[in-house]
């Protein structure tokens, strides 16, 4: 009989094997509402996994009132290097201290990406875009400025007001020419394929926006322009650190 029943399998050869660094000790999981604004609910980390039963125990990350939740989330799994998705219906679960949680065994086929993010919320890039949109075989142009908040191998993440996101529509092709008000020297062109409202008790007006790149960008290449872009030595430090 196995004492530690909940434990990394190293098995290569095993589904876990392939969850390991995502289903991490310590990963953070966000548990939202399944609906258009996906409203965050909760907030946990991994303590332990068992893969042969698709199991991972989930800690709330503060202690509180006994949080009972039923229904259906939606579950963001996040480190350094991965994220991914899934949808699970719970039935009514009260989430003292723990919350023990199936996961669906074809989460990994198409939700795990390998591209380490970095989060640039708390820096202070401004970027400038020209947005192209098709409507009724017309191309509509507008001229915009948006906040930098994260960045990877295959694209970026902005955030908008709500007058610049009533501009945007997924598929709409988006060129930057600025950041921090200085000119690009290659310029970045790339196609929304998302567009979210953030989190209405943090911010209520505000909307995240994906863009995949058109084509693979030189990742290196970018975060020195980003270094470039801004006359702050401890955001270039940090940039350099980061690779």
């Known amino acids: 009989m196995n004492k530690n029943k909940y434990e990394l399998i190293q098995d290569k050869n095993n589904i876990g094997s392939i969850l390991d660094k995502l289903l991490e000790y310590n990963s953070e999981i966000i548990i939202s509402e399944d609906t258009t604004d996906k409203r965050t609910l909760y907030k946990s980390n991994i303590v332990f996994v068992n893969h042969f039963n698709h199991e991972m ?3 709330p990350t503060s202690f509180g009132h006994p949080f009972s939740i039923s229904g259906k989330y939606r579950f963001y799994i996040t480190n350094e290097q991965e994220c991914m998705h899934f949808t699970c219906t719970l039935g009514k679960t009260t989430f003292p201290r723990f919350l023990v949680l199936k996961w669906p065994v074809s989460i990994f086929q198409q939700n795990t990406r390998k591209n380490k993010r970095i989060n640039l919320d708390h820096k202070n890039f401004l970027v400038n875009f020209t947005n192209f949109s098709l409507n009724a075989n017309l191309v509509k142009e507008t001229y915009q400025e ?3 908040m994260d960045i990877s191998k295959t694209g970026i993440g902005l955030s908008v007001n709500e007058e610049i996101a009533s501009f945007l529509h997924p598929q709409d092709c988006l060129i930057f020419t600025y950041i921090n008000e200085k000119p690009l020297k290659d310029k970045l062109s790339g196609n929304i394929v998302y567009i979210r409202k953030i989190n209405p008790i943090m911010s209520s007006n505000n909307y ?3 863009i995949k790149f058109n084509e693979e960008t030189k990742f290196n290449e970018i975060l020195y322009n980003l270094g ?7 955001d270039l430090n940090e940039l350099k650190r980061l690779f």
């Not at 470039?228 to 401890?234: A, E, F, G």
């Open 208 to 210: 995240t926006v994906g």
């Open 57 to 59: 125990v989930l800690k």
């Open 146 to 148: 948006a906040k930098l």
């Open 228 to 234: 470039q872009k801004t006359d702050n030595k401890d």
